[in-house]
């Protein structure tokens, strides 16, 4: 059974870096598929952020991709997000999910818990 | 970006109704529609993906139907375990993007 975790801080400062996750067992991220990340601020909804295959090719979102790295850690099988200068309009559950799309057709379908990041001073 | 469209954004129904949510796509998407369920502090959970397959394990009230730029998800039967939150997803190119979310209330 394929499972994510999201870790990472949950308070981040404003203008500083967010910095989080994704621990993946029950496959291997070398394997093939994309990873993605997905956020959803509180009581709204879900925003793609970007995907990553295990070689380091990314796919990111238009409206945030001057602030956001996502690098693959195959040897730990974990993909990774860093978000700079956040403000809090950066606060919200942050989900870390399989995106298997470009192999199997299919949309995300193994996601993590989430976790819940606070951009506040 | 492919904008999603969902309506309506809130809907009251009661148990055993009858309920279809819309999805428009402001461009052609085929058939690479999702529909996800989430509830409260939980993740998204795919109902059915390519426009009409249901996920495997996913009850068969649940259906899906259209293709291009118009989309239905249909609950044949509402349940008490169906009230919800229901997004739908384009993932025909990146950015992929996500509707606005129905909520599905009870009556």
């Known amino acids: 059974q394929v499972q994510l975790q999201e870790s990472g801080p949950g308070l981040v400062k404003p203008s500083e870096t967010l910095s989080l996750t994704c621990s993946v067992s029950g496959y291997s991220i070398s394997s093939g598929y994309y990873w993605g990340w997905i956020r959803q601020p509180p009581g709204k909804g879900l925003e793609w952020i970007g995907s990553?295959?295990?070689?380091?090719?990314?796919y990111y979102n238009p409206s945030l991709k001057s602030r956001l790295t996502m690098s693959p850690d195959t040897s730990n099988n974990q993909f990774s997000l860093k978000l700079s200068s956040v403000t809090a309009a950066d606060t919200a559950v942050y989900y870390c999910?399989?995106?298997?799309?470009?192999?199997?057709?299919?949309?995300?379908?193994?996601w993590g818990q989430g976790i819940l990041v606070t951009v506040s001073s | 970006d492919i904008q999603m469209t969902q309506s309506p954004s809130t809907l009251s129904a009661s148990v055993g109704d009858r309920v279809t949510i819309t999805c428009r796509a402001s461009?052609?998407?085929?058939?690479?529609l999702a529909w996800y369920q989430q509830k409260p502090g939980k993740a998204p959970k795919v109902l059915i993906y390519k426009a009409s397959t249901l996920e495997s394990g996913v009850p068969s009230r649940f259906s899906g139907s259209g293709s291009g730029t118009e989309f239905t998800l249909t609950i044949s039967s509402l349940q008490p375990d169906d009230f919800a939150t229901y997004y739908c997803q384009q993932y025909d190119s990146y950015p992929f993007t996500f509707g606005g979310g129905t909520k599905v209330e009870i009556k």
């Open positions: 990553i295959f295990y070689s380091g090719n990314t």
């Open positions: 461009q052609s998407i085929s058939s690479w």
């Open positions: 999910a399989r995106d298997p799309k470009s192999i199997a057709g299919r949309p995300f379908d193994y």
